[in-house]
């Protein structure tokens, strides 16, 4: 990359030898995560000649230590209440109904989890709550993991747990070698959510243009430090490549799997999450069409 005068930039995480490190245990009680900085690229002389990196303004989030977290028990009645299994010995509907809060609180989680993307709260430890307070949504660092404009629905399945996998499947869930059939094996997406979120979902999705849910967040993170911070992510883009080794003309064309890396367009990731917004509301109302909006509705 270039700047607007032509100099050659070197773009990515940085953090001086005088700030100290960019891991979240380098600072006792918090953790800092460096955002990227752009400086000009150093020649091997001027690297020589430097005794200590130059002084550089780094823009860095810093975030208190929680304290007093509980893990949440990941119950199989819980997915049985939200997939609406209830005629299952472990979960009557009186159960459900008893923990309606707890279970719109999953629901909420969830349902963030699937408009941004992030397939990592599969895992039972990512669930936590404040003690004697709400639920966390937290660490999204898996966020977009499959581009702006993949859906998967399946994220309302929930964890591992409820899916009824073996614990060799938990740890190798993320793996593009694992079966298919494995993954969606015991996976039951939840039906089941609070009336006044869908209620906000709805009325994203019907915005005019400028007010839906893309545009609000583009808006949103428009003063960002380091704005436009979902073209700083670098994908791998594989495509077949043409390959000239052909022995005879009767044999097909060998073809190489080559991948690049690249940068998408903001405006995707924006456009990416009113789509998501979309199936998550068809898949809200198909629920409703089944089971009825009294039972859909905590």
């Known amino acids: 990359e270039r700047d607007d005068e032509g100099e050659a930039m070197v773009d990515g995480n940085y953090i001086d030898g005088a700030t100290g490190g960019a891991g979240d245990d380098d600072l006792p009680g918090s953790s800092a995560a460096a955002a990227s900085h752009s400086s000009p690229a150093r020649t091997a002389p001027d690297l020589e000649a430097a005794a200590a990196p130059a002084p ?46 707890l279970l719109g609180e999953l629901s909420d989680v969830l349902l963030f989890d699937t408009l941004i993307g992030d397939d990592d709260r599969k895992n039972a430890k990512n669930w936590l709550r404040l003690r004697n307070g709400p639920l966390l949504s937290f660490d999204s660092g898996l966020a977009w993991r499959h ?28 793996e593009d070698t694992m079966e298919p059939r494995a993954r969606l094996r015991g996976c039951k997406r939840i039906c089941r959510f609070r009336r006044e979120t869908v209620a906000r979902l709805r009325e994203l999705a019907s915005a005019p243009a400028g007010h839906t849910l893309g545009a609000k967040v583009g808006e949103a993170i428009s003063a960002d430090l380091i704005h436009p911070v979902f073209e700083r992510a670098l994908y791998s883009c594989e495509t077949a490549a043409s390959a000239a080794r052909i022995s005879s003309p009767a044999e097909e064309p060998i073809r190489e799997r080559v991948t690049d890396s690249v940068r998408l367009a903001q405006q995707l990731f924006l456009d990416g999450l009113d789509l998501r917004l979309r199936r998550i509301l068809q898949h809200i109302d198909q629920c409703v069409h089944i089971r009825g909006a009294d039972f859909v509705y905590l």
């Open 56 to 101: 550089v303004s780094v823009a860095v989030s810093m975030h208190a230590w929680v304290d007093g977290l509980d893990a949440l028990e990941m119950r199989q009645e819980w997915m049985l209440c939200l997939s609406g299994d209830v005629t299952h010995r472990s979960a009557s509907e009186a159960e459900c109904r008893r923990h309606a809060s």
């Open 147 to 174: 581009g702006p404009l993949h859906v998967d629905l399946d994220i309302l399945c929930g964890v591992n747990r409820w899916r009824g996998w073996s614990p060799e499947e938990w740890a190798h869930w993320w």
